[in-house]
């Protein structure tokens, strides 16, 4: 397995790779940039098929964090950490600890947090012995997805304004595929501001629970993004914009939480080139980091939820200058994001000569 020529390595500055046989534990953490701040990004545990397909996850999702925290304006760079394991088998305490260990001996250069597979439960556990910890719950700013799906809906609200004229959900169609965290909150804001709601989920029980509480539409997993929509909210996991499924879509919209959404970067131009409106998925899910930002004894809600709207105002920025330059909604929030690191690296370099 390459690591330096593996296909996402793309300037990391430092990966770590942590074994602690007595616990079973194998984690890689992925410290992309810290030129804007200390590397936030999650801890995810997953059942890979092997070592390559945990460094890939890592690398990708690191990097994806450098340019999400500089899309938001936050003083964070990039980085992600990956348990290679099953987290209903797998996860003890120990094994939770020994991965604290390793994040503390990084000394802050890299801030852990919740993400696929982990807890805000486990997360006190690893809080416990590292303060390199964010969105804890006891004393610290709590389970981020409410404040994440707030942030995507305003990112849908943009996104109808720009493509309708109008941001109202009143006769609005949304397929929200996966009602995780993130999916069932943005379900109810959906719903609360009048928008017919299709909703998809491999579990049943989520399903049942947004048609019984919200009044949601149940589609089948493999229909949800076909169906005719104004929106389709991909809020599962990575890489469901693809070969496959762009031709397959049925919205005008296509605005969600999930992380890396595109399967490539090549497919912004595929979904322009079928007139479909790209939200980037980073500029619309930025709400959970958003959110951490306001980790503390004083976190307030109030202003993470309001700053979590200001995403509204971002994508505004992004759909209007990739049609004015005829670029992918993905290539300009890309620029937009370099443009922040370059000029933040350029001040710190003219520091450290002066
Ligand atoms: P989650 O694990 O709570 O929910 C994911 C849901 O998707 C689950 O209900 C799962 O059953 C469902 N699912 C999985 N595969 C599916 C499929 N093929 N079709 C339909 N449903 C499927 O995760 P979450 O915290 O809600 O996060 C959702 C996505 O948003 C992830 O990609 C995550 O990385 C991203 N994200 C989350 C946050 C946050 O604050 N939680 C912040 C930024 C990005």
Request: glycine share 12%; with cysteine.
């Amino acid at each position: 397995m390459s690591v330096f020529s593996a296909p996402s390595f793309r300037d990391h500055e430092e990966v770590v790779f942590h074994a602690d046989p007595e616990v079973g534990l194998k984690a890689i953490i992925a410290i992309h940039d810290t030129t804007l701040g200390p590397a936030l990004g999650g801890l995810r545990m997953w059942d890979y098929g092997d070592d390559a397909a945990a460094l890939e996850d890592a690398l990708r999702l690191s990097r994806g964090m450098t340019y999400k925290a500089a899309l938001a304006g936050l003083h964070y760079g990039g980085g992600k950490a990956v348990i290679m394991g099953d987290p209903g088998r797998d996860k003890t305490p120990a094994l939770l600890a020994s991965f604290a260990d390793a994040v503390e001996a990084l000394a802050g250069r890299y801030i852990t947090a919740e993400d696929v597979g982990i807890s805000t439960a486990d997360l006190a556990i690893i809080r416990s012995r590292t303060k390199h910890a964010a969105g804890y719950a006891d004393g610290g700013s709590g389970d981020p997805s409410p404040v994440t799906a707030w942030g995507v809906f305003h990112a849908i609200r943009a996104a109808l304004a720009h493509r309708f004229g109008a941001d109202g959900l009143e006769g609005r169609t949304v397929a929200v595929q996966g009602l995780g965290h993130v999916g069932a909150h943005l379900v109810r804001f959906l719903s609360e501001a009048g928008a017919r709601v299709l909703v998809a989920d491999i579990d049943p029980a989520r399903v049942a629970a947004m048609v019984a509480t919200l009044g949601a539409e149940a589609v089948p997993v493999e229909q949800i993004h076909k169906v005719p929509a104004d929106v389709f909210a991909p809020c599962a996991l990575g890489a469901g914009l693809n070969d496959t499924t762009i031709p397959e879509l049925g919205a005008a919209i296509v605005a969600g939480a999930a992380n890396n959404q595109l399967a490539e970067g090549r497919h912004g131009e595929v979904l322009a080139a079928r007139g479909i409106l790209y939200v980037p998925d980073y500029a619309a899910n930025a709400g959970g980091i958003i959110n951490i930002n306001y980790e503390g004894p004083d976190y307030d809600a109030e202003a993470a939820f309001a700053h979590a709207a200001r995403i509204g105002g971002t994508v505004r920025e992004i759909l209007r200058r990739a049609e004015a330059e005829g670029l992918a909604t993905n290539r300009i929030a890309d620029q937009i994001a370099e443009a922040r690191i370059a000029e933040a690296r350029a001040g710190r370099d003219l520091r450290l000569a002066g």
